[in-house]
């Protein structure tokens, strides 16, 4: 069949850098997947884009749909024939709705059932008359923001300015609020013009003399490689900050890497304020020294040749020199505040409405801290330091430098600590309690910061939780599911033994106290577990632990994190063990029959009325004395698999639901003792065994 490319170019005002990639891989899955939809066969797609366009090449597309040759299946025989062998107006229909007649029926058994069948053929449609659809491609985007212009209903990320959609050399016609396709575009905005486009193979070609090179993966290698050389001429080393490089190369048609220096005055001022002024608020790359120093100079990356290269470096360095001198006289004016005058402010700043200002947070985060530290046993340095830290964990949030640079907050928390004579474990908590700060980050290190960054991360949590604040879809205003992993992260990493719903509820005990829980304790309890298990079970999937595997490890009370996580490694390095079903099977039954209970009581050997029964309550007594003492979770299944013999006998010379009710009780007791223990390990009525 004839083939021919197919081209589809969306031009639009500059659009946000962080928008780019993702809107253009949205279009081409769009585009794949509707061809595939229409059963139009092709070779190769490619996606393009640049700050002001997205764009598909899809190659080698058939120019029609491929033909279907199918089978259409109708009534059973006994309804298509009457008894005297006479076609039914069930047949009939069938045949006319598929477009044959009855002549052209035969049977095909299914199941043991003959059902009436018709072949079935359909042309494929032109390709060409099918394109037009791509209208509805487009309008059917979606962005993180929308814009409306003019007088138009659409809304789209940004004004569509001009479209290419060419079928081979035949333009695609169908219009987007008043903007029709056509065979042009246009090259960068100062250094190009406006092009025609003859053939879809001729586009990146065409754009790179307008100076637009539109495969984003060649534009961001030509960055790569201009700070290498750049590197290599100068001896210096350039971080790549791998979101910074893919945001500049969203924001240039043409990149030209240059450089510029500054005074080295501003090297005093800590580093990460002059790499976040450089990085969040210019999009610059720092330079380093050899040995990690950071030197007075930066990288830019400019849209355009190197015409006047120099003018644009130094239009940056003056730029840039504002931006550090604004930096260099909030640092020294941060210096001169001392730290409980910061904590007094915290009074008067307003966290949220309902919830209360910073220092009655602050004030919540200490007591839980603390309490964290007495449970964990903290030696009597690290309860000081971890008691401290929450003290004054949010002073510099007052700072010039945070309310300059957000970004910085915990970071100039313990530059300033340090400097007004804080211990260094008090200092190095406070920038910890932050971790981790996204899914990259590591989590804190120290036990003060560790303990004050879950305690922190659990009031947030606990508090917008009881005011009825909790996420739901994509709208997570206050990052609770972010900080709900760290403090799963966290507790992980530092292999705590301490529960989770104790921490929970220790957090709600302070909100309840503070008077800001909306309903009850219990409800909001419930809600965070239910929460916090959503993330827990996004941690298994991640370690490919088996779904039903982790629907059974939190089948019941979460627990110690490490426990859990350990259980459900366990369960998925046993799952293809001889005799893990049988086993899983046996500990099953008695979940199943223990549901039965309704009053547990002392179990009662004298009305025993065989001697399973005995075997069992023996083996029960022995294997809870075990399970209590701190074992591992390798051992605790272990032992509960070696409850299989003693359940297999009891079941089948015992029959629990005995007529006189004082024996079916004892009976019942004892089989939900067994399942507490087993329970406790997980919920083995989930696990699927085949």
Not at 184 to 192: A, K, M, P, Q, S
Not at 598 to 605: A, F, L, P, T
Not at 651 to 676: C, P, W
């Amino acid at each position: 069949m004839p083939k021919r490319d197919l081209l589809l170019e969306i031009g639009l005002e500059e659009m946000p850098a962080r928008f780019v990639t993702n809107s253009m891989n949205q279009l081409s899955d769009k585009i794949q997947a509707w061809l595939i939809e229409k059963k139009i066969s092709f070779d190769h797609i490619k996606a393009y884009s640049s700050p002001r366009r997205l764009a598909v090449l899809v190659e080698g597309v058939n120019e029609a749909q491929e033909d279907i040759n199918e089978e259409a299946k109708g009534p059973a025989r006994k309804i298509a024939l009457s008894e005297d062998g006479e076609w039914s107006k069930a047949a009939i229909g069938f045949c006319r709705g598929q477009g044959a007649s009855v002549e052209d029926i035969f049977f095909k058994e299914i199941n043991g059932v003959e059902y009436v069948h018709v072949k079935k053929f359909i042309k494929g449609q032109e390709t060409l008359f099918l394109l037009p659809e791509l209208q509805h491609i487009i309008t059917a985007m979606t962005f993180p923001k929308n814009m409306r212009w003019a007088d138009k209903d659409l809304r789209f990320v940004r004004p569509i300015k001009w479209i290419i959609a060419l079928f081979g050399q035949e333009i695609i016609s169908f219009q987007i609020t008043n903007v029709e396709t056509n065979n042009w575009t246009v090259g960068h905005r100062f250094l190009g013009g406006k092009i025609e486009i003859t053939e879809p193979q001729k586009y990146e070609e065409a754009l790179l003399g307008q100076y637009v090179i539109v495969n984003y993966e060649e534009r961001k290698s030509a960055i790569l490689s201009q700070l290498k050389r750049l590197e290599e001429e100068n001896n210096w080393v350039i971080p790549i900050d791998d979101d910074l490089l893919e945001e500049v190369t969203n924001l240039v048609e043409y990149p030209t890497a240059l450089f510029g220096r500054f005074e080295e005055e501003f090297l005093e001022i800590p580093e990460e304020v002059l790499i976040t002024s450089m990085k969040e608020h210019q999009r610059y790359f720092p330079v380093k020294s050899s040995d990690g120093n950071l030197l007075p100079y930066f990288v830019t990356v400019r849209n355009g040749g190197h015409e006047h290269i120099d003018k644009v470096a130094k239009g940056n360095e003056k730029v840039l020199r504002a931006r550090l001198s604004d930096a260099a006289f909030f640092y020294k004016e941060d210096q001169k505040t001392p730290i409980e005058s910061s904590l007094t402010k915290l009074g008067s700043i307003v966290y949220h409405e309902e919830i209360g200002t910073l220092a009655e947070k602050v004030s919540r985060v200490r007591k839980l801290t603390n309490q964290i530290a007495e449970q964990l046993n903290f030696i009597s340095d690290e309860k000081g330091f971890a008691d401290r830290a929450a003290e004054i964990c949010k002073f510099d949030l007052v700072s010039n430098m945070v309310y300059e640079f957000p970004e910085l907050q915990g970071f100039m928390g313990e530059k300033y600590a340090l400097q007004k004579g804080e211990n260094q474990a008090v200092a190095k908590a406070i920038n910890e309690h932050y971790m981790p700060r996204n899914a990259e980050d590591q989590t804190p290190e120290s036990n003060a910061g560790a303990s004050l960054s879950i305690a922190e991360k659990m009031d947030t949590i606990a508090s917008c939780f009881a005011i009825g604040i909790i996420p739901s879809g994509s709208q997570d205003p206050y990052a609770l599911r972010r900080q709900a992993t760290g403090i799963v992260q966290t507790l992980l990493n530092k292999e705590w033994a301490v529960s989770l719903e104790w921490i929970i509820n220790a957090s709600l005990q302070l909100i309840e106290e503070a008077g800001i829980a909306k309903k009850s304790v219990e409800e909001i309890s419930k809600e965070i577990i239910a929460f916090f298990k959503l993330r827990i079970k996004h941690l298994l999937q991640e370690k490919h632990v088996r779904y039903d595997l982790i629907e059974a490890v939190l089948g019941s009370d979460i627990g110690t994190i490490p426990g859990l996580v350990k259980k459900a490694e366990v369960l998925e390095a046993r799952k293809e063990d001889a005799g893990f079903k049988e086993s899983i099977e046996a500990l099953s039954r008695v979940l199943n029959i223990s549901s039965k209970a309704e009053n547990i009581r002392e179990v009662d050997k004298n009305l025993f009325e065989n001697e399973y029964e005995t075997i069992l309550y023996d083996k029960f007594i022995l294997v809870n004395e075990q399970v209590s003492k701190e074992i591992s979770e390798e051992e605790t299944f272990a032992l509960l698999v070696s409850m299989k013999p003693e359940i297999d006998q009891y079941f089948d010379h015992t029959m629990v639901m005995a007529d006189n009710h004082d024996i079916r009780e004892n009976r019942l007791s004892l089989m939900r003792k067994l399942a507490n223990i087993i329970k406790n390990f997980a919920n083995m009525n989930e696990i699927i065994v085949k």
